[in-house]
């Protein structure tokens, strides 16, 4: 069989390193997207290579808000020869900036930057890497999370733009089958971001699982939704069950 190759974007740290790392240990190759984690991503790739051998994956920098990094990021991944012999077999949308700023104080430029980041780069990974997508039958994955149809206190400018990227899977789900399959996965609290500790205990509180989720539950579900020719439209909440508390 041919070797999958599957770019993830963000996949330095956190969640995108694990799901990363678990891609690579279930045979994929993984173009390692980040901003500023290079030396972080090198590490995990080493590791992998030190489990599966040479050849597992390929670390590419790019900051996603900026059209000419975008561009080049398409190019490099176009020209690996992976791709270019057997196309590109998976797309995980994943990098993001969650912070937190109430409406009034949020600049339209934060906001543009966002919207760049959650909506306008996976639009253009996607369509610019959809020949190649199509030649694998490849599947996509974007990485959302529950708020939709929720208000969040100092959030509109982050939940706005995920639900941006929400929609947009969805959609692509019905414009790009029955060739190429589109998810979204959504994760609940598995990981807080450093600035909201308190918040993300009183969170637990109302999750019926009683607990946060782990980083290879996300990897889990996205190498399922990689992996699963006859699921497309869905979104995946991995959440200890958050979303049934919290209308
Ligand atoms: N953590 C949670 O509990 C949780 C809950 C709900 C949803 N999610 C979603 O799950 C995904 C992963 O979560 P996470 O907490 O691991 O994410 P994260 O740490 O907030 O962000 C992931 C990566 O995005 C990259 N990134 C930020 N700005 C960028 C830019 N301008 N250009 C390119 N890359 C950029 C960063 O790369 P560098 O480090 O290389 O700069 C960062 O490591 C995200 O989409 C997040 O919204 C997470």
Request: glycine share 8%; charged share 20%.
């Amino acid at each position: 069989m041919s070797r999958r190759a599957v770019l993830i974007t963000g996949a330095g740290q956190r969640l995108g390193a694990a799901t990363a790392s678990r891609l690579m240990d279930e045979g994929w190759f993984v173009f390692i997207h980040v901003n500023s984690s290079l030396d972080a991503a090198q590490k995990l790739l080493e590791e992998s290579m030190t489990r599966n051998g040479n050849g597992c994956g390929h670390v590419l920098q790019a900051d996603l808000t900026v059209d000419s990094q975008l561009q080049r990021l398409v190019e490099d991944v176009k020209n690996h020869t992976i791709v270019a012999q057997n196309g590109l077999a998976g797309m995980v949308h994943n990098a993001s900036f969650y912070s937190k700023s109430k409406f009034e104080e949020t600049s339209l430029e934060t906001y543009r930057n966002l919207n760049r980041l959650h909506m306008e780069a996976p639009y253009f990974l996607t369509q610019e890497l959809l020949p190649e997508l199509k030649a694998a039958e490849g599947a996509v994955v974007g990485i959302v999370d529950t708020s939709w149809g929720k208000a969040w206190e100092g959030l509109s400018h982050y939940t706005s733009s995920k639900a941006g990227l929400r929609q947009l899977m969805l959609n692509l789900a019905g414009e790009l089958s029955p060739t190429v399959t589109v998810n979204c996965v959504a994760p609940g609290a598995i990981m807080a971001a450093d600035w909201e500790s308190e918040h993300f205990t009183n969170v637990l509180k109302r999750v019926p699982m009683g607990r946060s989720g782990n980083a290879s539950d996300i990897a889990a579900a996205v190498h399922h939704l990689l992996e699963s020719p006859h699921l497309s439209g869905q979104v995946l909440h991995i959440d200890g069950g958050w979303s049934l508390n919290d209308t």
